[in-house]
């Protein structure tokens, strides 16, 4: 079974999220702790600036769960740049054990599936789980130099320039939604080749998983208020729901996407957003807020993550992918 | 307290393990799996040749703990390669779940603890744990293309060509070496800047780690036969032993590092070997088959990682380190 069922239903006590202008235009700008009148966040480079939010939100986490940097026990973190320097210099802000991550723009559900595993356990009393992403520094990582100013394709995603961070924690004083269980997904590879198709490449690897851990829990579609992926993307959505749809599953009604919902005015961002922080400032901020005000009680949150670097695609590869997934409930 | 204990002693099963023709000339060409003569593995790429030793590794693991896919319930690893497509693309061979970590060379430690981790709370019953690297590929993203032949300062260490893998099981048929507890560690960043200087970097992170470990536990240096570090080389491990003997804590007689003894012949490697493949190799076949056979009953593996890119090296920043622990016993 790829599932683990949490006995002890670790709770998320907090969150903290922060993001650039465009997203904040959105549907996230009411609800994100902090939003950026400038990207830069006052560095020298995007870099510094990707990894500023991280910390900012890690911070905000901790004092919004009216707990000081003492009381956290890891901090569990990962993100897109060459050896996720983001959170490892995040991580040299604060003085607890970091476990260093990488599942792409996975990386909040695997965070969160690993923090869940070992509070539930007994291991720790809480940890944070977090991550984030930044337009300028993916893109000029993984693409192109901006100042290029080259013509991006109508399947290609915008990169979301934001941060979120959740306490995972034992106990919790007051109502807070439970990870109830979670399922670590395994690389899927469809043959995709498109470094600007992402939706499409990452798609199966979250079919795969939801219906995985539709088996494993023997629970339906519907019985979750909402299932969402991470940055999918227009296109992306699309395709998942036609393969679950395909194997008997029919997530249409309940499924939607960070990557779809985060930006309101689709001019650039084509297929909708992408990056780690896509998933982590949508679901930190706007479902974390409605899970806590109980407008939704059962959540499914699985976060894809395409797993190719510019090497593995310059040497002819295709892109493998993964999904985790974690449930999220008020019980 | 950073150290956690694991009641139900979860077992090194089975290992596997891959290396170069120069690695296979010092202790451990007696002990691994397989010694390539041909360092591409008949493979076009370096990364390529990367890819399949790590498959190989977790293969021969699987083999050697006699048990086949079906029985493996997840596969943790990580490399140093940009987004870990060594260790996503070796994933893709298998069908059963994949964590992603990163922890540079720090991660056969960080996998084993998780792994530990996880077998010990019962949510999985088999997981492998992996890692490697390549020094042709790691030279070429790290620091020069080969055919500059540039010239390597005395500082400097020789990344391992190899990978090794183990299976971390709830049950063994046959006796085999227990993972008691693991100590995640903290970043630690002592404000060293020489990216050739990464004994110098690493070795705070180890003895802070170290340290830590042994207060968490209530044990002192002398309780294990061996406290292993990864890959601090010669220099390194000469500052690690300075700096818990300045905190009143003598290791310098049951202390060694992977990266000091993995090569017989110093020539260009200096202070030795590095690279996330060097304590999985060392570990894996020579400490191991010394564990087996009650050569040694109580060891402490305590391997570090440099979490610095390139790019955080180009915008001035210093290397941040971190140092994962976990002590493998004959209980």
């Known amino acids: 079974m790829q599932t683990i069922l949490f006995k002890n239903k670790p709770k998320i006590l907090s969150t903290g999220t922060i993001a650039g202008p465009k997203e904040c235009e959105g549907v996230i700008g009411k609800f994100v702790d902090k939003t950026l009148t400038d990207d830069m966040f006052g560095e020298s480079t995007y870099e510094k600036a990707e990894c500023k939010m991280l910390s900012y ?10 707990m000081n940097e003492k009381d956290v026990d890891m901090l ?14 995040a991580a040299r802000d604060f003085d607890f054990p970091f476990l260093g991550v990488y599942g792409a723009c ?102 795969d998983t939801i219906l995985n ?53 689709i001019e650039d961002e084509f297929q909708g957003g992408s990056g780690a922080g896509c998933s982590a400032v949508v679901f930190n901020s706007y479902i974390y807020e409605k899970l806590k005000k109980g407008k939704l009680n059962k959540v499914l949150l699985a976060a894809t993550g395409a797993l190719l670097s510019t090497v593995s695609s310059g040497q002819g590869e295709s892109i493998p992918c993964i999904c985790h997934a974690v449930a999220i409930e008020n019980v």
């Open 57 to 66: 939100a890690i911070t905000k986490a901790i004092e919004n769960g009216r």
């Open 76 to 89: 569990i973190s990962g993100d897109l740049l060459n050896q996720i320097i983001s959170a490892s210099f």
């Open 106 to 207: 996975s990386t909040l559900a695997e965070s969160f599936a690993i923090a869940a595993s070992f509070v539930n356990a007994g291991y720790y009393r809480n940890i944070v789980a977090a991550t984030g992403s930044h337009f300028s520094s993916a893109e000029r990582q993984y693409r192109y130099p901006l100042e290029l100013g080259n013509t991006r394709p109508p399947q290609s995603q915008w990169t979301v320039t934001g941060a979120g961070a959740a306490v995972i924690a034992s106990e919790a004083k007051e109502k807070a939604p439970s990870i109830t269980c979670a399922t670590f997904g395994k690389v899927v590879d469809f043959g995709i080749t498109d470094v600007n198709n992402m939706g499409a490449a990452m798609a199966p690897a979250a079919a």
């Open 213 to 265: 851990h539709l088996r494993d829990t023997g629970r339906s579609a519907g019985d979750y208020d909402l299932i969402i992926t991470g940055d999918l993307g227009a296109l992306g959505s699309r395709i998942v729901k036609d393969l679950t749809w395909e194997k008997g599953v029919d997530i249409a009604g309940n499924h939607v996407d960070c990557g779809e919902i985060v930006y309101n005015v």
